[in-house]
C-alpha cells in the first residue's frame, strides 16, 4: 500500500523559512514524479512545485520560484520543499503528491496524481 507521510510544517514569521518532507513507501517509484501543493481557506488546492523520481527536472509555480527549492533523496524515499522568505500568503496545508502518468501537459493538475498524503499545515504570521 502507498504511503506518502508529509512533515516539517509549523508557525513562522514572514520572511523566515521550513524545509517539509514527503516520506514515501509501498512501491517503487523510479517512473513517479512527486509534487507539492497547498490548499489555502476558502480556496482550490494549486500546484507549487514538482521533481522527477529518476532525475532533477523541476518545476515551480510562479509565485514560489526563487524562494523554494525542491529536492529529493533516493536513499531515505523522501522529498524535500525548502521553503525560504515565506509570505502570509504561503499559509496553506501542503500536500505531497505521486503520479506515475505526469506529462508537461498536466503537471499542474491535481486531478493527473494517484497518490497524496494528508497534509502539513504551514502558517505565516508575525
Known amino acids: 500500500q502507498v504511503q506518502l507521510v508529509e512533515s516539517g510544517g509549523g508557525l513562522v514569521q514572514p520572511g523566515g523559512s521550513l524545509r517539509l518532507s514527503c516520506a514515501a513507501s509501498?512501491?517503487?517509484?523510479?517512473?513517479?514524479?512527486i509534487a507539492w501543493f497547498r490548499q489555502a481557506p476558502g480556496k482550490e488546492r494549486e500546484f507549487v512545485s514538482n521533481?522527477?523520481?529518476?532525475?532533477?527536472?523541476?518545476y515551480y509555480a510562479d509565485s514560489v520560484k526563487g524562494r523554494f527549492t525542491i529536492s529529493r533523496d533516493s536513499a531515505k524515499n523522501t522529498v524535500h520543499l525548502q521553503m525560504n522568505n515565506l509570505k502570509p500568503e504561503d499559509t496553506a496545508i501542503y500536500y505531497c503528491a505521486a503520479g506515475s502518468r505526469i506529462i508537461t501537459s498536466n503537471i499542474r493538475n491535481s486531478n493527473a496524481y494517484d497518490y497524496w498524503g494528508q497534509g502539513t499545515q504551514v502558517s505565516v504570521s508575525s
Open positions: 521533481i522527477a523520481w529518476n532525475s532533477q527536472i523541476t
Open positions: 509501498g512501491r517503487t517509484f523510479n517512473s513517479y514524479k
